[in-house]
């Protein structure tokens, strides 16, 4: 008899699983903006001073090899949070120590505010041989972009790069039409 009382309760639960079940799978997360390297400021060659640009007058060489992170919505605006991995290469006039990157992390739809770009600087040490490749990460970058009502933040792009002066750029430039 006591099973009979339980009854209508055991046959109530998988209905009541179907409706908790279909009622997450409703709630769809929205994708994230792009995250995209720039492929003009993908590189950083660091010369020693003086007006030689060959591979004798390389100090160390940086590239932006990848990238990984996720995303958080709210009601107002998502925020982005992601890891930046660099590879880094000291050259045949490598002093040793530190190697100063500055970076940047560009919202194109911000731009020309202040909210548009922002450059960050890290530091890693040089390799202790020449020519010697190191990789390394910079943990934790974080953009947040607002949003308008029913905005979706994947209609945003993120980009990296390095902050490159006109002649690194040119540089850039001239080594990828080769």
Known sequence: MTMSRFAPFLAAVPVIAVLVLSGCAQRLVPPCP????????????????GPGRDLTDIEYQADIVGFKGECDYDDEEVQVTFNVDFALTGGAAAKGGEAPLYYFVAIPQFFPTAEGKRVMKVNH???????????FSESGVTVTIPLKKDQAGAS????VGFQLDAAQLEYNRSRSTR
Do not use: H, N
């Open 125 to 135: 040490r040089l390799p202790a041989r020449t020519g010697a490749r190191e990789t």
């Open 34 to 49: 792009s995250v995209r390297v720039d492929a003009a400021t993908a590189g950083f060659t660091k010369f020693k001073d």
């Open 156 to 159: 945003f792009d993120v980009y």
